[in-house]
């Protein structure tokens, strides 16, 4: 018994030790033992406006926040004012905000992610099952497009359709026809839809 007693205390030092080395917060060790955030690119998703973002500045959070983009695709951060946004990605927006912050802060790291992109969308209106707003992912065409609304409702008059697309002076009515878009091959009668395209069926 004598000749296990040192052992066993041993043994009970030992994972005393190791408990209080998990318990220690990573803090104490430095800044160096705690890892730098990583940015969310968002792949090549372009901000438009209306769309919401998150721009996080490492150890800055009076400048960071969720700003949404205006209507002339920009939004507003403070200490650096306007960022343009609107045909960026995220990776773009935070080149932005990182050279603006050099005049302020040394070596700035920062993160921009989309929180809603509520510019990515297109909007089937007219004598469909369910008109509304739908969200373009991926590649749409017309024909998909009045899939996702459920088909033609009774009255439709489906070789009458309208594609409005653009907006003020840039805006373009593209007349469309079902009929067409069944008989002939081609993006021509059966176009890839865009974001923000309105689709009238009267």
Not at 97 to 110: A, G
Not at 136 to 155: E, R, W
Request: proline content about 5%; overall charge neutral.
């Amino acid at each position: 018994m004598k000749n296990n007693l040192p052992k066993k205390a041993m043994a009970i030092i030992l994972l005393t030790a190791a408990a209080l080395l998990v318990t220690v917060p990573l803090g104490v060790y430095g800044d160096d033992t705690v890892s730098m955030p990583q940015a969310n690119s968002s792949g090549d998703y372009k901000l438009g406006a209306g769309d919401l973002v998150r721009v996080v500045v490492w150890k800055n959070a009076e400048i960071s926040g969720e700003f949404r983009v205006r209507p002339d695709g920009r939004f507003s951060m403070p200490l650096i004012g306007d960022i343009q946004a609107e045909g960026s990605t995220t990776e773009g927006v935070s080149n932005q905000v990182e050279q603006k912050l050099k005049l302020f802060i040394e070596k700035p790291f920062v993160s921009t992610i989309v929180v809603e992109a509520t510019s990515n969308r297109i909007y089937i209106l007219g004598e469909v099952v369910k008109p509304g707003t739908y969200n373009l992912d991926g590649s749409l065409t017309v024909l998909q497009a009045l899939s996702l609304a459920g088909g033609f409702s009774t009255y439709a008059n489906t070789d009458k359709m309208i594609l409005v697309r653009g907006a003020g002076d840039g805006q373009k009515n593209l007349p469309l026809s079902y009929s067409k878009i069944l008989g002939t091959l081609g993006e021509e009668n059966n176009p890839v839809l865009q974001r923000g395209d309105t689709l009238i069926v009267p």
